[in-house]
């Protein structure tokens, strides 16, 4: 155990002191949050910004369209008719992105066009969409009714279905959460190929060197093995410790300097999220102009990280050794380094498969497949990462540990046989690696 550990010291001593380490440690954490930082600018509805020319020429209106104004869609109103081709050429319009045209018989045709520039996105469209027709039903209510508009709007309420788990009746999951698990399954299946291969490497170079042969003067193969693993391990570790640190200070400076007013839900007025004492919701607030950030909310408000971040860490120390005992055997066993790029490709394909699996949990989180790959130990890292977010029924918690359980024992299977084709492999050389070598040396 004594050689076992300062064989693993090197290993971190080397790893740790290395350039691409250093570089990958610092690098790494600073292109996740510049691409958090896209999805926080990009991703909400403050990203467009947008000036409407609003041609109403029988003055239906009546020149207003909102109650508060929007901070990203400015109208202007004509008290005429304009040509669609007028509005694309002449240079007094070009100072608007598009133009709505309320025709004069609006009320009873119900068709509206909207002549635009380039393509607004989808959240701009049904925004523009839901203000011009709310301002038109006021102008209905007020024509062809006695009743208020909030009376009228509380008549016309339609009724909304809102399917829930009969485990989670309060809709405390949330399939957009999902994708934060597939995220942290794709980082631990990042960093097991790239600490995989760094122990596939390490292997084949000791090897052909031939200082494998002088390690083992003074250690059992089974001793050097483990020491690899664990020395690798640790400088993986942290690595991930530093990205811990990093993202997260990251992720609060940009809540207290980028993105404060869309972030502090309690500075927001209750009054001007309501419409008429009615909660607007996630989707009526982007529509009605209101200031909110559904991927601000999500990454800061809507993931449990203490949850995460811990099962995250059992979930990679599992998959590591799993894949990692896959990547030191094949180092051992191969005679030539052609031939360890070689045998490294089927590892590679299945971690792909790992991730497709994610992606099929995301999508289909309750069937039957799922079910299997979350106890399969080649996916279940990444499988149960999105479970995680998406949320276990009731009594089924146990499903977590269990999978931990296998993938450990698949683990720790895998590593015995590791260890044995370590010792009968790892001064075979210029060989070229056949099955009936593994099978040889597995029953030495």
Sequence with gaps: MRNSWIIALREVKERIGSRSYVLFAIFGPLIILGLVYLLFVFGGNEAEKWNILVTDKAGILDNKLMPHPDPNVTYSFANDYIEHTDFANGKRYQQ???????????????????????????????????????????????????????????????????????????????????????????????????????????????????????????????????????????????????????????????????????????????????????????????????????????????????????????????????????????????????DGQQFILPVLLILALSAYAGYYTVANPESELTGWLHYIPFTSPVVVMVKLTYGYAAGEAYQIWLSLIVLLLSAFFCLSVASRLYKNGVLQFGHRLKLQHLFKWLRK
């Design 96 to 338: 608007y992105d598009a133009m709505v045209e309320i025709n004069e018989k609006v009320l009873s045709n119900k068709l509206s066009y909207v002549f635009y520039r380039t393509k607004p996105s989808f959240n701009l469209q049904a925004k523009v969409q839901y203000q011009v027709e709310r301002r038109l039903e006021e102008v209905m209510i007020q024509r062809f009714t006695d009743l208020s508009v909030q009376t009228f709007r509380e008549i016309k309420q339609p009724i909304k279905f809102s399917f829930r788990n009969v485990y989670d009746p309060y809709d405390q999951t949330s399939d957009v959460r999902t994708w934060v698990g597939f995220f942290f399954g794709m980082v631990i299946l990042a960093f097991i190929a790239l600490f995989g291969m760094t122990i596939l490497r390490s292997v084949t170079s000791e090897k052909s060197n031939r200082i494998v042969e002088v390690l083992l003067a003074s250690v059992r193969p089974q001793q050097l093995l483990f020491g690899k693993l664990t020395g690798v391990g640790i400088s993986a570790f942290i690595q991930f410790f530093i990205w811990i640190i990093f993202i997260g200070l990251g992720l609060y400076l940009m809540r207290e300097w980028m993105f404060p007013s869309i972030y502090d839900a309690s500075s927001m007025n209750m009054a001007e999220l309501t419409d008429n004492g009615r909660i607007l919701s996630v989707q009526e607030k982007l529509y009605a102009g209101k200031e909110f950030n559904t991927i601000v909310d999500l990454v800061y408000e809507r993931v449990n990280f203490g949850v995460m971040l811990t099962f995250f860490v059992l979930f990679f120390i599992g998959g590591y050794l799993f894949y990692g005992s896959f990547f030191a055997a094949i180092g051992s066993t191969a005679g030539t380094e052609n």
